[in-house]
């Protein structure tokens, strides 16, 4: 941020004099602009003992398969926003059950979420930003071409706790990936 | 948003080509500036059979009681933001136990997270923007003065669960509340 949304302005990065961090603060109107993590969100589609994955069709990650998911809209709640992306990424209509799993990704200021959800219909297809929509049985899980980290997790979870039959939230924090940070290859960016 | 925070020159609202919603767009660089809910995290910090919490010394609900919590910060996890608003508001140390419950308020664009938690010591006090810092067992809790509706309705299901000594997350959206919308009652705005 170089300049100042409300009044267009030049800010300057100082710290509030009641505040313990730098803020981009406006050195015409005095407007503090906070800034705050966002949050990424996504459902694992369940139809029999199969769940649905996306391959995707933009980068970052082109080519590679993923839950559907993204981020997360003003004026919706997370379950609306995993529904929002499993209709337009999958073209697939879903009815959430349970929150399943939170990381977060303090490196990319992002929090990512997956709901298990079940499938409501086979009318699947699909969206702008897939190449392939395809249900998958556990072995059949394309493992080596999962797109990111939370995706993968959670899906190691999901297959080894519906094993036991039973299914518990997990939360957790990923640190930066082993390829180049700067490569963003783990960073969700579509809208 | 009036102004691009990038280049300063004036945005417009409208929907992008490949989009659904309207953004603000930068009429000279062309740049997309999305905005996204914002979350709000906390904590219940329990000491024995009582729980911990604060008496608001800022507007909004000044004067109420709350459960310790704030907005999320860039660069910090869900779990490290609850640890830190809990010692910035209650001066008080806390071990994460669980995300315990999520509420989404979609009218004011924001996601609030509460954490079961282990106080790890009694040397608490109040930090800058509470009055009081005090323990409460279920019969003392001050109900009828309590500053939120995420944190009244996860105590009601803490208290109710704790007899049954399960504990289970609550997932749930708020609409707007009883009283004006435009009072920002409801919106906790420190940070
Ligand atoms: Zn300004
Ligand atoms: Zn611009």
Not at 56 to 78: D, K, Q
Not at 121 to 145: R, T
Request: charged letters at 25%; glycine letters at 6%.
């Amino acid at each position: 941020m170089k300049y100042c949304p409300a009044c267009g302005q030049s800010v300057e990065l100082r710290t509030p004099a009641d505040d313990t961090r730098p803020r981009y603060i406006c050195t015409a109107c005095g407007i503090i602009h906070y800034q705050n993590p966002r949050m990424v969100i996504g459902s694992i589609p369940e139809w029999e003992d199969k769940i649905l994955l996306c391959r995707r069709a933009i980068e970052p990650r082109y080519g590679l398969w993923t839950l559907p998911g993204g981020f997360m809209e003003n004026g919706e709640s997370t379950g609306a926003a995993a529904i929002r992306e499993t209709l337009e990424e999958a073209c697939a209509r879903i009815e959430i059950i349970d929150l399943y799993s939170m990381y977060s990704l303090p490196y990319i200021d992002q929090v990512h979420m997956l709901f298990r959800a079940r499938l409501l219909d086979l009318e699947f297809a699909p969206g702008q930003e897939s190449l392939e929509v395809k249900l998958f049985a556990e072995s059949e899980i394309p493992w080596a071409e999962l797109a990111f980290r939370p995706v993968r997790y959670s899906l190691e979870h999901y297959f080894s706790e519906r094993k036991k039959g039973t299914f518990s939230l997990h939360v957790d924090e990923l640190g930066p990936p082993d390829y180049p940070p700067d490569s963003k290859l783990n960073n969700i960016n579509t809208h």
